[in-house]
């Protein structure tokens, strides 16, 4: 789960949502800046990321969408990111299999 916030402008919120973000690392469906703290966090770990422009929406920032701000270019973006699970890494599946 997360929320970002540009300043004080909240631009997402899946906190706010029954079911967490679902993502692959390395698909595109993270910033760079999140792709690359993810793989070092454990399930139930909660961190504020600081993300700074380059490794956010760049130069060019991200237009305005339904329901999403426009965020400016070069904006450092913070995240409050919560890793709530890991395929395969569910309790039931570790009792069964192990953690090795």
Do not use: H, N, Q
């Not at 703290?37 to 929406?57: C, E, H, S, Y």
């Not at 890991?86 to 192990?98: C, H, T, V």
């Amino acid at each position: 789960r997360f929320k970002a916030f540009v300043g004080d402008t909240k631009i997402d919120d899946i906190f706010e949502t029954a079911e967490p973000y679902y993502t692959r690392v390395g698909s595109g469906g993270m910033l760079k800046g999140v792709e690359e703290v993810i793989p070092k966090m454990r399930v139930g770990d909660r961190w504020v990321l600081t993300i700074p422009g380059k490794l956010a929406f760049g130069p060019k920032g991200r237009p305005a969408s339904a329901g999403k701000p426009r965020i400016p270019g070069d904006a450092t973006v913070v995240f409050d990111v919560e890793m709530v699970g890991l395929p395969g890494k569910e309790p039931e599946l570790i009792d069964l299999i192990g953690d090795d």
